[in-house]
C-alpha cells in the first residue's frame, strides 16, 4: 500500500537524481524521522567483530577520529568537515573489510551489516552530491548555540526574491524535541517552533520579546515567529512543501 508520505519520499528521490529502491526509501523514512542513521549500527559492528576475536585496535583509533570531527565552526570550513566525515566513513567500512578478511569465516550477520552500511554511506553520498539536503547529526554544547549556523547551497539562488525553506530538528535538553520551520522571501523571515506541550509553548511564548531582540541584533528587521502545539502524530518535514502554491513545490525540498 502506497501512502502519500511514501509518494512525497519517491518524487524527492527522482527529482534528486537518485535511485528509487526500498532501501533509499526507507534511509530517507529513517533520516526524516530521526533515527539512528549509521552511528549505533557501526558502534554495534565495532563491538562484535571485538567479541569474535578480531583486531580492531586501528578500527577503534579510526572510530575515534571520525567522532571528534562531528564539530560544527559556523564557517565555510563545515563544508569539508562533511566531506572528510563521508570519506571517512568510507575508509573506516574498506579498513573493517580488510579486518574481516583476516580471517577465512565470516558471519553472515557481519557481512550484512557492512554491506548494509556501505549503502548507508553510498546514500549520504549521492543525497549531499545531488541536493542541498545534508543530513547532519550533531550535539552541540550550549555555547556554541550563540553563533550563527550558515546553511551551504550548492546552487546560487535565482533572483532575490526566490523563497527559502529550512527545515531544522532539534532534540534539547530541558525541551524536548523542538521541529524548526524558517521560511526566507526576500527580507521577510518568518520561523515556526514545533512543540510537544503547551507547557513548553507558554515558556517559548513569554521568552518571544528576547527572541526577537537576538534577532534584531543579528540583523534580521523583519521577523515573524510562531509557536504551535505540535499534534501527537510524528511531523514529517516533506509535509510543509504540501501547502506551496506552487506546482512544482517538489523542487523546493533541497534544504
Not at 569465516?105 to 548507508?120: F, Q, V
Request: charged residues 35%.
Amino acid at each position: 500500500n502506497v501512502d502519500s508520505s511514501t509518494i512525497k519520499k519517491i518524487a524527492f528521490l527522482i527529482k534528486n537524481d537518485m535511485n528509487i529502491s526500498l532501501n533509499n526509501i526507507k534511509f530517507l523514512s529513517d533520516i526524516i524521522n530521526n533515527k539512528d542513521f549509521i552511528e549505533g549500527e557501526l558502534t554495534e559492528l565495532i563491538n562484535q567483530l571485538g567479541e569474535e576475536g578480531y583486531d580492531i585496535s586501528k578500527i577503534k583509533v579510526q572510530y575515534h577520529k571520525l567522532q571528534q570531527m562531528k564539530v560544527l565552526e559556523f564557517d565555510s570550513s563545515d563544508k569539508n568537515m562533511l566531506n572528510d566525515l563521508t570519506k571517512g566513513l568510507f575508509e573506516l567500512i574498506e579498513e573493517i573489510q580488510i579486518v574481516l578478511n583476516s580471517k577465512d569465516y565470516k558471519s553472515t550477520d557481519i557481512l550484512n551489516k557492512i554491506e548494509n552500511l556501505n549503502a548507508k554511506i553510498e546514500f549520504l553520498n549521492n543525497l549531499n552530491e545531488n541536493s542541498t539536503f545534508y543530513y547532519i547529526p550533531f550535539k552541540l554544547p550550549r555555547e556554541n548555540l550563540e553563533k550563527n549556523l550558515f546553511v551551504l547551497n550548492k546552487k546560487r539562488r535565482n533572483s532575490e526574491n526566490e523563497k527559502v525553506k529550512i527545515f531544522i530538528s532539534l532534540d534539547t535538553s530541558n525541551l524536548q524535541k523542538v521541529d524548526v520551520i524558517l521560511e526566507s522571501n526576500k527580507d521577510k523571515l518568518t520561523v515556526d517552533f514545533r512543540v510537544l506541550s503547551a507547557e513548553i509553548l507558554k515558556y517559548m511564548e513569554e521568552r518571544k520579546s528576547q527572541l526577537d531582540e537576538m534577532l534584531t541584533d543579528s540583523g534580521y528587521d523583519d521577523v515573524e515567529l510562531r509557536f504551535i502545539l505540535k499534534d501527537k502524530k510524528e511531523f514529517e518535514p516533506l509535509d510543509i512543501f504540501v501547502d506551496d502554491v506552487s506546482l512544482n513545490y517538489m523542487l523546493d525540498i533541497r534544504a
